[in-house]
Nanobody, 120 residues
Framework: QVELVESGGGLVNTGDSLRLHCTASGRFGSTYTMGWFRQAPGKKREFVAGISRNGENINYAESVKGRFIISRDKGENTVHMQMNSLRPEDTARYYC?????????????WGLGTLVTVSS
């Protein structure tokens, strides 16, 4: 059984920052690649960012490059995402998913998500 729990979402104003967190628990033989997706009401699920097992390879969606920073705790299945300069179009439920290092990933596990709302 694998469980992912996201946290850190909230209601903020345009230009504000938030930091999301995700911890995966369960029986792991090793660390996973980890990623963030998001889905806004009425829109398709969208890849946001992904990070390799050692944290050295990182990928971002074009829409968040330069504003979001994904990171992970070394040797752990814990991932964070610093979201800066938030925009109303960033409003969505954000999901942590594994394994996932880039937009081509096919995750096996995901959490219930954390809601981010950016007011204009």
């Amino acid at each position: 059984q694998v469980e992912l729990v996201e946290s850190g979402g909230g209601l903020v104003n345009t230009g504000d920052s938030l930091r999301l967190h995700c911890t995966a628990s369960g029986r792991f033989g090793s660390t996973y690649t980890m990623g963030w997706f998001r889905q806004a009401p009425g829109k398709k699920r969208e890849f946001v960012a992904g990070i390799s097992r050692n944290g050295e390879n990182i990928n971002y969606a074009e829409s968040v490059k330069g504003r979001f920073i994904i990171s992970r705790d070394k040797g752990e299945n814990t991932v964070h995402m610093q979201m800066n300069s938030l925009r109303p179009e960033d409003t969505a439920r954000y999901y942590c998913e594994i394994p996932c290092a880039d937009s081509r990933c096919l995750p096996t596990y995901w959490g219930l998500g954390t809601l981010v709302t950016v007011s204009s």
